[in-house]
């Protein structure tokens, strides 16, 4: 892709040539410049030799497998926030994966909807969602005439009575849009790493993902594996009977332990004084959100335990990352994972950053805050698998499902005015489309609906007015360029005929489009706008955008005897499951596109 190692057409080329250069002809080569074609062919030695001395001898670059694979994702990890923030934290976390491991500091997405779903789908399949169907937290289904929540699944349910989403108190409004409290892998269209170490190890492998969110485990479980989430609403960890008939009792154990009441009447409070953090003087700002009572400014109360808010608040604070690492611990210990020869693999997705990241910004003191204090969570979860496994015998791998943006308060207060909100819900009712529906002769609601990052027209009036499709999305997207704010809006019909200009931004807007799933109009706000409503909450911040701020991430390896590394060059985070593949010497996930990262195989 643009300057990285994991363009699907330099892929393509690469692929031919490691199958004997027939695909490199003339005809093909109009289509590619003279230095993409050149970088695919060094990717594809390099590829194609690492592929030999793999095959040739299997422990020449690993000694010998890992008993553990450990993925570790941090929602809305910005690939700058650790080292910006590096003054705040300690020793075994963060920087054991910057100092002891190899740290990727140019590491992007290249599709344009950076949402939590997309990004830790794309994380476990090594693919775009064009390829693994993920293209958003929801989407209008048009056979169902509904919309969907990325996870849903009627075919099954939860095993906990009562642990569904409260709509009374969720602020997650792609969680409301589920209809059922069913969850599962089956909307995955690829295969995901964890599937092929089960195929692979003949279902020896024991496969976990944890993680407050329920899109965050099931995705990394992949279809093969076991998922649990955090029920905000029973204060439990759950799972559907897609992963089991009844819990394992270590689970029923922990749920009896009540670990979330253990914070009720606490609050969150800083865990340094003020003048250790870069934004130690900037505690209130009147951007920030106050979510029920907890407040812009520390401390942050919990509140009690039978406040209906109570598991909420421990979500949007690190307490929400301490309870997924107390119920990790617990289950690599009584399923004894990395105990035999056999690699078993433990995905954790810590969701508490996305959530303060929304609340309170980026470049906030809270932010920081809860940073400092989820590198505590991670040396903790680095000293137990130590304990337990052997880090030597664990290779670790951190990166994040997207990055996040800066408030634009934040913005305004360094005089950058541009950044502002925007707002859908006038989309159908401003001037321009309102004439359009009167050259098309229309005089109902045109556009039917926006949900990120789509919008989806009334096609049934389209229909019924025997009108064009593809000239109605046309007229519409060209007017929604000349709003204040929208640097794009891209007509699914182009899409599918390819009829569009050869850009950056369109590149990525195909990466993300998938003709079953995809609305009818791709929309693109401009850097620094953004939608600030989540459901009657207003936030501080959005991600979802195809801009550099959303697509960047860190992408650290660790353990396992690595040689310590410092790695500018550009890289995806779809190289992550590829180069896991190889390093455990098994074919990569179905529709994996990444490039094995040479540095991981060097010791």
């Known amino acids: 892709m643009d300057g990285g190692s994991g363009d699907i057409q330099d892929v393509w080329y690469a692929a031919r040539a490691m199958d004997g250069g027939s695909g490199l002809k003339t005809r093909s080569m109009q289509f590619v410049n003279a230095t993409k074609f050149k970088s695919a062919i060094v990717r594809a030695v390099l ?11 299997p422990n020449a670059l690993a000694d010998e497998s890992p008993r553990l694979i450990l993925q570790i994702t941090v929602d809305a990890l910005r690939g700058d926030l650790p080292s910006r923030f590096k003054n705040v934290l300690g020793d075994g976390g963060f920087r054991y994966l910057m100092e002891d491991g190899i740290h990727y500091t140019n590491a992007h997405y290249q599709h344009a909807n950076t949402e939590t779903i997309v990004g830790h789908v794309s994380l476990a399949t090594g693919t775009v969602p064009a390829v693994h169907g993920m293209v958003a937290n929801v989407w209008f289904d048009r056979e169902l005439d509904r919309l969907v929540y990325n996870i849903e699944d009627s075919n099954y349910h939860l095993l906990t009575a009562g642990a569904d989403i409260d709509r009374k108190t969720e602020i997650d409004p792609t969680q409301k849009a589920a209809t059922v409290d069913g969850r599962s ?47 905000k609403a029973s204060g439990d960890f759950v799972t559907s009977n897609y992963y089991y008939e009844q819990y394992p009792d270590w689970v029923n154990a922990w749920n009896a332990r009540k670990p979330a009441s253990a914070f009720s009447g606490k609050s969150w409070e800083l865990m340094h004084p003020s003048s250790k953090y870069l934004f130690g003087d900037a505690d209130d700002r009147d951007y920030e959100t106050d979510l029920a009572g907890f407040g812009r400014v520390f401390p942050h109360a919990y509140g009690e335990a039978d406040d209906k808010y109570f598991t909420t608040k421990l979500t949007l604070s690190p307490a929400g990352d301490e309870l997924s690492l107390d119920f990790a611990k617990m289950l690599l210990d009584r399923e004894q994972l990395g105990q035999d020869e056999v690699p078993d693999y433990l995905a954790i997705s810590f969701s508490s950053n996305d959530y303060v990241g929304h609340l309170f910004g980026a470049s906030s003191l809270e932010s920081e805050d809860n940073l400092a204090r989820l590198d505590r969570t991670l040396a903790d979860l680095f000293a137990y698998v130590d304990k337990k496994v052997g880090l030597s015998n664990t290779l670790i791998v ?7 943006p800066e408030a634009p308060g934040y913005l305004h207060e360094l005089g950058i005015d541009k950044a502002h909100y925007f707002d859908t819900k006038v989309l159908d009712k401003t ?46 997207a060209a007017e929604l360029k000349k709003f204040r704010g929208v640097a794009d809006a891209v007509s699914s019909t182009a899409l599918r005929t390819a009829s569009l200009p050869d850009t ?87 529709g994996a596109i990444g490039t094995p990262l040479s540095e991981v195989f060097v010791k």
Do not use: C
């Open 398 to 404: 951190l990166s994040a499902d997207h990055g996040q």
């Open 504 to 590: 950056v931004l369109v590149r990525s807007i195909l990466r993300n489009f998938h003709p079953k799933r995809s609305g009818d109009i791709y929309l693109v706000f401009e850097p620094n706008v953004f939608i600030n409503e989540f459901d009657g909450l207003t936030v501080a911040s959005t991600h979802g955008s195809p801009w550099r701020y959303d697509t960047f991430v860190p992408v650290m390896f660790a353990g396992a005897g690595l040689t310590a590394a410092k790695v500018n060059r550009p890289v995806t985070p779809y190289d992550i499951a590829s180069t896991l593949a190889a390093y455990l010497n098994m074919k990569p996930p179905s």
């Open 47 to 57: 590829v194609s030799a690492l592929a030999v001395l793999l095959a040739s001898s």
């Open 431 to 476: 001037p321009a489309i309102a004439a359009l529906k009167k050259q098309f002769g229309i005089g109902e609601e045109l556009i039917e609906a926006y949900f990120h990052p789509y919008i989806y027209l009334n096609r049934d009036l389209i229909s019924k007015k025997e009108l064009d499709q593809a000239l109605v999305e046309h007229a519409v």
């Open 185 to 231: 892998p089956n909307n995955i269209l690829t295969s995901t790493l964890s599937d092929e170490m089960a195929i692979h190890f003949a279902g020896r492998s024991k496969i976990f993902a944890v993680s407050v969110k329920d899109r965050g485990a099931v995705s990394l479980a992949g279809h093969s594996g076991k998922a649990f989430w955090f029920s």
